[in-house]
């Protein structure tokens, strides 16, 4: 069952980000907006879900098409 997105939600990374050791803050909005910010950081970074997913498919199509490009020289 999947619910109705109603009110923010902010969730905290268990892994560290980069060689600062800080973990990443995501906020998900109820106007289908999803936040990131570094912990101890004020700027958040912004986008909507759909083009957030629509990046993920790009990078997954781009990491399978080097994949074979790969086997096609071995």
Known sequence: ????????IIRRTTGTFDHRKRRLIVRLEAGDVISVKEERCHKWFSAPVSRVFHQIVLWNVQAEKAIKKLRRKA
Request: no cysteine; aromatic share 0%.
């Open 1 to 8: 069952m999947v619910t109705e997105l109603r009110r923010t």
